[in-house]
């Protein structure tokens, strides 16, 4: 099946995005067979960026054009952990704008070398005391498009969009290629748009349906979850590249999610390895981190052998190479069973 999405008009040419999208999913024997239920990897690497934020950012982005919140040749300014700057980036030179992307000093090496070579103009952050005070992304990317002729600011963490893009995609996608049979979504949050996209329309769909998530530990998403409170502030000395905040931004809808789990970054970079060793695939930081909470929390799941469990992997292994596979090798015990 493919999605044609909404045609905007750039410049007297009518485009239409057909690329994005799409992306497959398939069983994984070896993970079902660990963990006794059905298991399924949603690909997001498929999409031509390279991560699930295509869609977020081809959704924001048609939004600004259609509805004329930017002129052509204007700039498209994000904050971002990396994958929306890429995607923004891609889609902006396509269709003849600039992009100026406020990144994290954390940020891959890798992921930063992608931006630079699709021409995104990236400026450096410090998010370790809060995403809102100065010399953080989000407080310079909102600074520099108000003070920028013709930029806009598409704003992943605020912008409907954002969860609009994986109701009207993703969603229908996980809900056909399951054969409307899922029963369970794992989804890593970062600006919680995925999660709340696709927990919408899978839960209009069947209300039964579980929507987990995972963050690393110290993030906010959990204790919002469970008691309706805005945990204080603490910095995330191990942040997992992509997802965990220390806010709760407007794109996380907590009324389609059951529960928030949490895992630390260690433990996400033992089971890529792992991952690795059984299937010679490299995996993405935020994947890894599914993976981890899967192992740690599978008693608390209690899947049964019925169950239709989707992992939702958003980038690639390779904008983590040096995070992920360039240590030591794993150091826990081998945790799958035909390894
Ligand atoms: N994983 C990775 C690698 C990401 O880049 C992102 C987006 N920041 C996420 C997970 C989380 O997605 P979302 O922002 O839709 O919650």
Redo the contacts with the bound molecule.
């Keep these: 099946m493919r999605f044609y999405y909404r045609t905007i008009n750039v410049r007297g040419r009518d485009l239409i995005n057909t690329a994005i999208g799409n992306t497959p999913l398939r069983k994984c024997n070896f993970l079902s067979a660990s963990y006794n239920s059905q298991i399924y990897i949603k690909d997001e690497s498929h999409n031509p960026g390279k ?3 295509d869609r ?1 950012a081809w959704f924001m982005m048609e939004d600004a054009i259609r509805n004329e919140k930017i002129k052509p040749g204007g700039t498209f300014v994000e904050a971002s ?4 700057g890429i995607s923004i980036a891609i889609l902006a030179r396509k269709m003849g704008y600039r992009a100026k992307i406020f990144v994290s000093k954390t940020c891959s090496q890798e992921k930063l070398r992608i931006l630079e070579s699709y021409g995104a103009e990236v400026e450096l952050c410090d998010n370790s005391r809060g995403m809102h005070i100065f010399n953080s992304t989000q407080y310079l990317a909102q600074a520099y498009a108000a003070n920028t002729e013709n930029a806009y600011f598409t704003n992943q963490y605020y912008n409907s969009a954002n969860i609009k893009a994986h109701y009207k995609t993703t969603g229908p996608e996980l809900w056909q290629q399951s054969e409307q049979a899922v029963t369970h979504m794992l989804i ?8 709340s996209g696709i927990g919408r329309f899978l839960k209009e769909q069947n209300r039964q349906i579980k929507i987990w998530g995972v963050e690393p530990v110290r993030s906010v998403y959990q204790g919002f979850v469970e008691t309706g409170m805005v945990p204080e502030f603490q910095e995330l000395h191990d942040a997992i ?3 965990g905040r220390t806010f709760i931004p407007g794109a996380f809808d907590p009324q389609v999610v059951d529960r928030i789990f949490q895992v630390d970054a260690e433990e996400s970079k033992d089971i890529a390895k792992q991952y690795y060793a059984q299937t010679n695939q490299l995996i ?3 994947s890894a981190a599914v993976l981890a909470c899967l192992e740690k929390y599978k008693e608390e799941m209690n899947l049964k052998e019925e169950d239709q469990l989707i992992l939702f992997f ?2 690639h292994g390779d904008r983590y190479i040096q995070k992920l596979y360039k240590e030591k090798k794993s150091q826990s015990s081998k945790i799958y069973n035909s390894l």
């Design positions: 991560s699930s934020k977020a952990s990396g994958n929306t890593g949050v970062g600006t919680g748009g995925s999660i590249e992509g997802i993405g930081y935020s958003p980038d």
